[in-house]
Protein backbone atom coordinates (compact mmCIF):
# COMPACT_ATOMS: atom_id res chain seq x y z
CA UNK A 1 0.00 0.00 0.00
CA UNK A 2 1.23 3.28 -0.78
CA UNK A 3 0.38 4.80 2.69
CA UNK A 4 2.71 1.84 4.00
CA UNK A 5 5.61 3.16 2.25
CA UNK A 6 4.83 6.85 3.19
CA UNK A 7 5.42 5.49 6.88
CA UNK A 8 8.48 3.68 6.15
CA UNK A 9 9.76 6.96 4.35
CA UNK A 10 9.16 8.33 7.19
CA UNK A 11 11.06 5.77 9.86
CA UNK A 12 14.26 5.99 7.58
CA UNK A 13 14.17 10.00 7.23
CA UNK A 14 13.75 10.66 11.02
CA UNK A 15 10.34 12.55 9.87
CA UNK A 16 7.29 12.29 12.28
CA UNK A 17 4.64 10.92 10.10
CA UNK A 18 2.14 13.83 9.82
CA UNK A 19 4.84 16.01 8.94
CA UNK A 20 6.02 13.77 5.90
CA UNK A 21 2.43 13.50 4.34
CA UNK A 22 1.67 17.67 5.05
CA UNK A 23 5.09 17.97 3.24
CA UNK A 24 4.43 15.94 0.43
CA UNK A 25 0.58 16.23 -0.37
CA UNK A 26 -0.99 18.65 -3.14
CA UNK A 27 -1.28 22.28 -1.70
CA UNK A 28 -5.09 22.87 -1.30
CA UNK A 29 -4.73 26.18 -3.82
CA UNK A 30 -2.93 24.41 -6.60
CA UNK A 31 -5.76 23.02 -8.38
CA UNK A 32 -6.62 22.07 -11.18
CA UNK A 33 -3.95 20.01 -11.56
CA UNK A 34 -2.61 16.57 -13.25
CA UNK A 35 -1.19 13.60 -11.60
CA UNK A 36 1.65 12.04 -12.76
CA UNK A 37 -0.79 9.60 -14.52
CA UNK A 38 -2.49 12.02 -16.23
CA UNK A 39 -5.48 12.37 -14.19
CA UNK A 40 -7.32 15.42 -14.21
CA UNK A 41 -7.95 16.58 -10.48
CA UNK A 42 -10.67 19.65 -10.35
CA UNK A 43 -10.00 20.79 -6.43
CA UNK A 44 -9.35 18.56 -3.84
CA UNK A 45 -8.36 19.64 0.21
CA UNK A 46 -5.73 17.26 1.50
CA UNK A 47 -4.46 20.19 4.10
CA UNK A 48 -7.72 21.53 5.35
CA UNK A 49 -8.45 17.66 5.88
CA UNK A 50 -5.35 16.97 7.21
CA UNK A 51 -5.72 20.12 9.80
CA UNK A 52 -9.52 19.04 10.58
CA UNK A 53 -8.33 15.37 11.20
CA UNK A 54 -5.85 16.98 14.04
CA UNK A 55 -8.65 19.32 15.47
CA UNK A 56 -10.60 15.79 16.15
CA UNK A 57 -7.93 13.43 17.43
CA UNK A 58 -6.18 14.22 20.85
CA UNK A 59 -2.25 13.14 19.22
CA UNK A 60 -0.70 14.42 22.36
CA UNK A 61 -2.43 12.29 25.05
CA UNK A 62 -2.38 9.25 22.60
CA UNK A 63 1.04 9.40 22.17
CA UNK A 64 1.43 10.00 26.26
CA UNK A 65 -0.84 6.65 26.48
CA UNK A 66 0.97 4.94 24.15
CA UNK A 67 4.42 5.02 25.83
CA UNK A 68 3.16 4.46 29.56
CA UNK A 69 1.36 1.17 27.94
CA UNK A 70 4.50 0.20 25.99
CA UNK A 71 5.85 -0.41 29.74
CA UNK A 72 3.61 -2.27 30.76
CA UNK A 73 4.07 -4.81 27.37
CA UNK A 74 0.94 -3.28 25.96
CA UNK A 75 1.37 -2.26 22.39
CA UNK A 76 -0.63 0.34 20.89
CA UNK A 77 -0.74 2.24 17.61
CA UNK A 78 -1.50 5.34 16.02
CA UNK A 79 -1.97 5.60 12.09
CA UNK A 80 -2.61 7.66 9.69
CA UNK A 81 -3.80 6.95 5.60
CA UNK A 82 -4.51 10.01 3.48
CA UNK A 83 -7.72 8.95 0.38
CA UNK A 84 -8.61 10.29 -3.08
CA UNK A 85 -12.31 8.32 -4.29
CA UNK A 86 -13.38 8.53 -8.00
CA UNK A 87 -17.13 9.82 -8.39
CA UNK A 88 -19.39 11.29 -10.56
CA UNK A 89 -17.77 8.49 -13.40
CA UNK A 90 -18.40 10.26 -16.98
CA UNK A 91 -18.48 8.40 -19.85
CA UNK A 92 -14.27 8.20 -19.24
CA UNK A 93 -14.92 4.65 -17.09
CA UNK A 94 -17.06 2.67 -19.26
CA UNK A 95 -18.17 3.96 -21.98
CA UNK A 96 -14.30 4.91 -24.05
CA UNK A 97 -14.75 1.15 -23.50
CA UNK A 98 -17.88 0.29 -25.67
CA UNK A 99 -19.53 -0.53 -22.11
CA UNK A 100 -23.31 0.32 -22.21
CA UNK A 101 -23.91 2.22 -18.87
CA UNK A 102 -24.96 5.84 -19.44
CA UNK A 103 -23.07 8.24 -17.20
CA UNK A 104 -26.11 10.44 -17.72
CA UNK A 105 -28.96 10.34 -15.46
CA UNK A 106 -32.33 12.03 -15.49
CA UNK A 107 -35.18 13.46 -13.64
CA UNK A 108 -39.09 14.38 -14.45
CA UNK A 109 -40.25 16.55 -11.55
CA UNK A 110 -44.19 17.48 -11.58
CA UNK A 111 -46.25 19.82 -9.67
CA UNK A 112 -50.01 17.89 -8.91
CA UNK A 113 -53.15 19.80 -8.46
CA UNK A 114 -52.86 19.73 -4.19
CA UNK A 115 -49.73 21.64 -4.62
CA UNK A 116 -47.17 18.74 -3.63
CA UNK A 117 -44.43 17.69 -6.26
CA UNK A 118 -43.63 13.92 -7.61
CA UNK A 119 -39.92 13.76 -8.38
CA UNK A 120 -38.96 10.32 -10.63
CA UNK A 121 -35.34 9.58 -11.29
CA UNK A 122 -33.15 6.70 -12.49
CA UNK A 123 -30.81 6.50 -9.66
CA UNK A 124 -32.33 4.14 -7.39
CA UNK A 125 -32.70 3.20 -3.22
CA UNK A 126 -30.13 0.30 -1.79
CA UNK A 127 -30.08 1.79 1.38
CA UNK A 128 -27.52 4.87 0.96
CA UNK A 129 -30.30 7.34 1.69
CA UNK A 130 -31.05 8.43 -2.29
CA UNK A 131 -34.86 9.25 -1.90
CA UNK A 132 -34.12 11.40 1.49
CA UNK A 133 -31.63 13.44 -0.40
CA UNK A 134 -33.66 13.78 -4.01
CA UNK A 135 -36.72 14.72 -1.86
CA UNK A 136 -34.48 17.16 -0.11
CA UNK A 137 -33.14 18.72 -3.43
CA UNK A 138 -36.29 18.81 -5.18
CA UNK A 139 -37.93 20.93 -2.13
CA UNK A 140 -35.45 22.94 -2.07
CA UNK A 141 -35.36 23.51 -5.48
CA UNK A 142 -39.01 24.21 -6.04
CA UNK A 143 -39.64 25.70 -2.89
CA UNK A 144 -41.79 23.43 -1.01
CA UNK A 145 -41.75 21.07 2.43
CA UNK A 146 -39.50 18.13 1.85
CA UNK A 147 -42.87 16.36 3.23
CA UNK A 148 -44.51 17.22 -0.04
CA UNK A 149 -42.42 15.48 -2.00
CA UNK A 150 -42.61 12.04 -3.26
CA UNK A 151 -39.87 10.37 -4.99
CA UNK A 152 -40.76 7.66 -7.26
CA UNK A 153 -37.43 5.36 -8.53
CA UNK A 154 -36.75 2.31 -10.64
CA UNK A 155 -36.89 0.79 -13.93
CA UNK A 156 -35.77 3.18 -16.63
CA UNK A 157 -39.19 1.96 -18.93
CA UNK A 158 -41.35 4.60 -16.49
CA UNK A 159 -39.02 7.00 -15.17
CA UNK A 160 -36.57 9.48 -17.24
CA UNK A 161 -33.27 7.43 -18.49
CA UNK A 162 -30.05 6.83 -17.09
CA UNK A 163 -27.31 5.50 -15.61
CA UNK A 164 -28.74 4.32 -12.31
CA UNK A 165 -27.31 3.49 -9.01
CA UNK A 166 -23.60 3.28 -8.83
CA UNK A 167 -20.02 4.18 -8.54
CA UNK A 168 -21.38 7.40 -5.96
CA UNK A 169 -23.53 8.85 -8.19
CA UNK A 170 -26.58 9.35 -6.73
CA UNK A 171 -26.31 12.49 -5.54
CA UNK A 172 -23.74 14.19 -7.80
CA UNK A 173 -25.36 12.74 -10.88
CA UNK A 174 -29.20 12.10 -9.94
CA UNK A 175 -29.26 14.64 -7.60
CA UNK A 176 -28.33 17.17 -9.94
CA UNK A 177 -30.63 16.45 -12.71
CA UNK A 178 -33.28 16.28 -9.68
CA UNK A 179 -32.11 20.27 -9.09
CA UNK A 180 -32.24 21.16 -12.78
CA UNK A 181 -35.74 19.56 -13.08
CA UNK A 182 -37.09 21.06 -10.13
CA UNK A 183 -35.83 25.21 -10.82
CA UNK A 184 -36.81 24.80 -14.25
CA UNK A 185 -40.21 23.35 -13.21
CA UNK A 186 -40.07 26.62 -10.32
CA UNK A 187 -39.60 29.00 -13.14
CA UNK A 188 -42.59 27.36 -15.07
CA UNK A 189 -44.71 27.79 -11.71
CA UNK A 190 -43.51 31.60 -11.30
CA UNK A 191 -44.76 32.46 -15.40
CA UNK A 192 -48.18 30.87 -14.46
CA UNK A 193 -48.24 32.65 -11.04
CA UNK A 194 -47.36 35.89 -12.96
CA UNK A 195 -50.25 35.76 -15.24
CA UNK A 196 -52.68 35.07 -12.82
CA UNK A 197 -51.77 37.65 -10.51
CA UNK A 198 -50.91 40.54 -13.05
CA UNK A 199 -46.87 40.39 -11.87
CA UNK A 200 -43.93 39.58 -13.54
CA UNK A 201 -42.68 36.10 -12.60
CA UNK A 202 -39.01 37.69 -12.01
CA UNK A 203 -41.07 39.39 -8.97
CA UNK A 204 -42.51 36.06 -7.00
CA UNK A 205 -40.52 33.88 -5.69
CA UNK A 206 -42.17 30.42 -3.39
CA UNK A 207 -41.25 29.95 0.01
CA UNK A 208 -42.51 26.03 1.63
CA UNK A 209 -45.55 25.69 -0.54
CA UNK A 210 -46.68 29.43 -1.31
CA UNK A 211 -46.47 31.82 -4.16
CA UNK A 212 -44.74 35.13 -2.52
CA UNK A 213 -43.55 38.78 -3.40
CA UNK A 214 -39.60 38.30 -3.88
CA UNK A 215 -39.56 41.61 -1.77
CA UNK A 216 -41.65 41.53 0.73
CA UNK A 217 -42.19 37.83 1.14
CA UNK A 218 -45.72 38.58 1.76
CA UNK A 219 -48.16 35.17 0.31
CA UNK A 220 -49.77 36.04 -2.71
CA UNK A 221 -51.44 32.17 -3.35
CA UNK A 222 -50.83 28.50 -2.20
CA UNK A 223 -49.53 26.15 -5.05
CA UNK A 224 -52.51 24.23 -4.33
CA UNK A 225 -54.99 27.12 -5.40
CA UNK A 226 -52.45 27.61 -8.39
CA UNK A 227 -52.83 23.88 -8.85
CA UNK A 228 -56.27 24.25 -8.62
CA UNK A 229 -56.93 26.12 -11.16
CA UNK A 230 -53.92 25.08 -13.52
CA UNK A 231 -55.94 21.67 -13.97
CA UNK A 232 -59.22 21.87 -13.50
CA UNK A 233 -60.07 25.62 -14.78
CA UNK A 234 -57.43 26.21 -17.21
CA UNK A 235 -59.87 27.82 -19.39
CA UNK A 236 -59.87 30.84 -16.94
CA UNK A 237 -56.14 31.14 -18.06
CA UNK A 238 -54.63 32.81 -21.01
CA UNK A 239 -54.73 30.49 -23.79
CA UNK A 240 -51.22 31.07 -25.11
CA UNK A 241 -49.85 30.18 -21.55
CA UNK A 242 -47.47 26.97 -21.16
CA UNK A 243 -49.40 25.48 -18.23
CA UNK A 244 -47.95 21.42 -18.22
CA UNK A 245 -46.20 22.23 -14.52
CA UNK A 246 -43.30 19.20 -15.70
CA UNK A 247 -40.40 19.39 -16.22
CA UNK A 248 -37.15 16.82 -17.17
CA UNK A 249 -33.81 17.22 -17.25
CA UNK A 250 -30.23 15.35 -17.45
CA UNK A 251 -27.12 15.42 -16.25
CA UNK A 252 -24.06 14.14 -17.56
CA UNK A 253 -20.45 15.83 -16.08
CA UNK A 254 -18.22 17.07 -19.32
CA UNK A 255 -15.27 18.75 -17.90
CA UNK A 256 -13.35 15.86 -16.06
CA UNK A 257 -13.44 12.22 -15.49
CA UNK A 258 -14.58 12.02 -12.24
CA UNK A 259 -15.20 14.23 -9.74
CA UNK A 260 -12.53 13.21 -7.05
CA UNK A 261 -13.88 13.06 -3.31
CA UNK A 262 -10.61 13.41 -0.75
CA UNK A 263 -10.11 12.98 2.77
CA UNK A 264 -7.75 11.37 5.60
CA UNK A 265 -8.13 8.89 8.19
CA UNK A 266 -6.65 7.26 11.84
CA UNK A 267 -7.27 4.58 13.56
CA UNK A 268 -6.06 3.99 17.51
CA UNK A 269 -5.84 0.38 18.11
CA UNK A 270 -3.88 -2.45 20.67
CA UNK A 271 -1.63 -5.34 19.23
CA UNK A 272 -2.25 -8.67 21.33
CA UNK A 273 1.30 -9.39 20.78
CA UNK A 274 1.00 -12.88 22.38
CA UNK A 275 -2.02 -14.13 20.35
CA UNK A 276 -1.92 -11.64 17.23
CA UNK A 277 -4.98 -10.38 17.66
CA UNK A 278 -5.59 -6.60 17.33
CA UNK A 279 -8.36 -4.67 19.15
CA UNK A 280 -9.72 -0.94 17.57
CA UNK A 281 -10.09 1.34 20.00
CA UNK A 282 -10.87 4.90 18.11
CA UNK A 283 -11.45 5.70 14.49
CA UNK A 284 -11.30 8.90 12.96
CA UNK A 285 -12.71 10.39 9.49
CA UNK A 286 -12.24 13.33 7.87
CA UNK A 287 -14.40 13.02 4.50
CA UNK A 288 -14.55 15.79 1.66
CA UNK A 289 -17.81 14.87 -0.71
CA UNK A 290 -17.85 18.26 -2.10
CA UNK A 291 -21.68 19.59 -1.14
CA UNK A 292 -23.17 17.76 1.97
CA UNK A 293 -26.60 17.82 1.74
CA UNK A 294 -27.86 15.81 4.57
CA UNK A 295 -24.79 15.39 7.29
CA UNK A 296 -26.68 12.26 9.12
CA UNK A 297 -26.81 10.61 6.12
CA UNK A 298 -23.00 11.58 5.18
CA UNK A 299 -21.71 10.56 8.54
CA UNK A 300 -23.09 7.07 8.52
CA UNK A 301 -22.41 6.38 4.90
CA UNK A 302 -18.84 7.04 6.10
CA UNK A 303 -19.20 4.72 8.75
CA UNK A 304 -20.26 1.99 6.84
CA UNK A 305 -18.04 2.52 4.85
CA UNK A 306 -15.00 2.56 7.54
CA UNK A 307 -16.61 -0.96 8.61
CA UNK A 308 -15.94 -2.42 5.31
CA UNK A 309 -12.53 -1.06 5.45
CA UNK A 310 -12.47 -2.75 9.00
CA UNK A 311 -13.03 -6.22 7.19
CA UNK A 312 -10.73 -5.75 4.69
CA UNK A 313 -8.09 -5.37 6.87
CA UNK A 314 -8.24 -7.44 9.78
CA UNK A 315 -10.94 -10.35 8.78
CA UNK A 316 -12.25 -10.92 4.93
CA UNK A 317 -10.19 -13.47 3.61
CA UNK A 318 -10.54 -16.05 0.13
CA UNK A 319 -8.86 -19.25 1.17
CA UNK A 320 -8.79 -21.77 -1.22
CA UNK A 321 -6.74 -25.29 -1.01
CA UNK A 322 -4.51 -26.97 -3.47
CA UNK A 323 -6.79 -28.15 -5.73
CA UNK A 324 -8.47 -24.09 -6.10
CA UNK A 325 -11.10 -25.26 -3.72
CA UNK A 326 -12.90 -22.17 -1.98
CA UNK A 327 -12.73 -22.76 1.69
CA UNK A 328 -14.16 -19.99 3.16
CA UNK A 329 -18.00 -20.44 1.62
CA UNK A 330 -19.88 -19.30 4.47
CA UNK A 331 -20.07 -16.93 7.02
CA UNK A 332 -18.92 -18.83 9.89
CA UNK A 333 -15.68 -19.07 7.35
CA UNK A 334 -15.68 -15.68 5.73
CA UNK A 335 -15.56 -13.49 8.93
CA UNK A 336 -16.76 -10.22 8.84
CA UNK A 337 -17.20 -7.50 11.36
CA UNK A 338 -19.99 -7.00 13.76
CA UNK A 339 -20.92 -5.30 16.19
CA UNK A 340 -18.33 -5.90 18.98
CA UNK A 341 -15.67 -5.47 16.33
CA UNK A 342 -16.26 -2.01 15.68
CA UNK A 343 -14.45 1.01 17.35
CA UNK A 344 -15.74 4.31 17.83
CA UNK A 345 -15.81 6.17 14.43
CA UNK A 346 -15.71 10.01 14.67
CA UNK A 347 -16.66 11.83 11.03
CA UNK A 348 -15.69 15.64 10.20
CA UNK A 349 -16.13 17.07 6.93
CA UNK A 350 -14.72 19.95 4.61
CA UNK A 351 -16.59 20.87 1.15
CA UNK A 352 -14.78 21.61 -1.19
CA UNK A 353 -17.74 22.06 -3.91
CA UNK A 354 -17.24 20.75 -7.68
CA UNK A 355 -17.94 23.63 -10.07
CA UNK A 356 -19.33 21.03 -12.57
CA UNK A 357 -23.19 21.45 -11.10
CA UNK A 358 -25.42 23.46 -9.01
CA UNK A 359 -25.56 21.52 -6.63
CA UNK A 360 -21.78 20.66 -6.22
CA UNK A 361 -21.76 17.22 -4.68
CA UNK A 362 -19.71 14.66 -4.80
CA UNK A 363 -19.90 11.28 -3.69
CA UNK A 364 -19.83 9.60 -0.57
CA UNK A 365 -20.60 5.92 0.01
CA UNK A 366 -16.95 4.45 -0.42
CA UNK A 367 -14.51 6.93 1.45
CA UNK A 368 -14.87 5.32 4.34
CA UNK A 369 -13.97 2.14 2.80
CA UNK A 370 -11.12 3.83 1.06
CA UNK A 371 -8.54 4.82 3.83
CA UNK A 372 -9.63 2.82 6.84
CA UNK A 373 -7.35 -0.33 5.69
CA UNK A 374 -4.12 1.93 5.36
CA UNK A 375 -4.67 3.37 8.52
CA UNK A 376 -5.20 0.35 10.18
CA UNK A 377 -2.32 -1.23 8.82
CA UNK A 378 -0.01 2.07 9.69
CA UNK A 379 -1.94 1.84 13.15
CA UNK A 380 -0.78 -1.82 13.86
CA UNK A 381 2.55 -1.06 12.60
CA UNK A 382 3.43 1.94 14.74
CA UNK A 383 2.37 -0.87 17.81
CA UNK A 384 4.96 -3.24 16.38
CA UNK A 385 7.87 -0.53 16.23
CA UNK A 386 9.06 -1.19 18.94
CA UNK A 387 9.76 -4.83 18.45
CA UNK A 388 11.12 -4.32 14.81
CA UNK A 389 7.89 -5.75 13.11
CA UNK A 390 5.89 -4.55 10.47
CA UNK A 391 2.96 -6.02 8.38
CA UNK A 392 2.36 -5.54 4.93
CA UNK A 393 -0.06 -7.48 3.60
CA UNK A 394 -3.83 -7.95 4.40
CA UNK A 395 -6.03 -9.11 5.84
CA UNK A 396 -3.75 -8.58 9.53
CA UNK A 397 -4.71 -11.69 10.52
CA UNK A 398 -3.16 -13.25 14.22
CA UNK A 399 -1.21 -15.64 12.41
CA UNK A 400 0.63 -12.91 10.08
CA UNK A 401 1.34 -10.59 12.84
CA UNK A 402 2.56 -13.52 14.30
CA UNK A 403 5.21 -14.41 11.75
CA UNK A 404 6.28 -10.77 11.09
CA UNK A 405 7.00 -11.03 15.28
CA UNK A 406 8.80 -14.24 14.59
CA UNK A 407 6.54 -16.35 17.22
CA UNK A 408 5.83 -18.78 14.10
CA UNK A 409 8.03 -19.78 11.38
Known sequence: MTEGLVDLAAEALGMDKVAIRRKNLIPDDAYPCTSPAGMKFEGLSHHASLDK???????????????????????????????????????????????????????????????????????????????????????????????????????????????????????????????????????????????MLQAQAASLDIVMGEVVDKATGQARMPLSELGRIVYYRGDTLPKDLARELVQTRHFITKEYPFAFTNGIQASWLEVDVETGMVKLLEHWCVEDCGRVINPMLVDEQVRGGIVQGIGGALYEHCVYNEDGQLLTTTLADYLVPMAAEMPDMHVGHVETPTKESLLGAKGAGEAGTAGAPAAIMNAINDALAPLGAKVLAQPFTPDRILRALGTIA
Not at 98 to 123: E, F, H, L, N
Open 53 to 195: LLEMVPVDRIRADQAEQRKRGVYRGLGFASFIELTNPSPFMYGIGGAKISAQDGCTVRMDPDGSVVAMSGVTEQGQGTEAILAQIVAHGVGVPVSKVKIVTGDTRTVPYGGGTWACRGAGIGGEAALQSAIALKEQILEVAGA
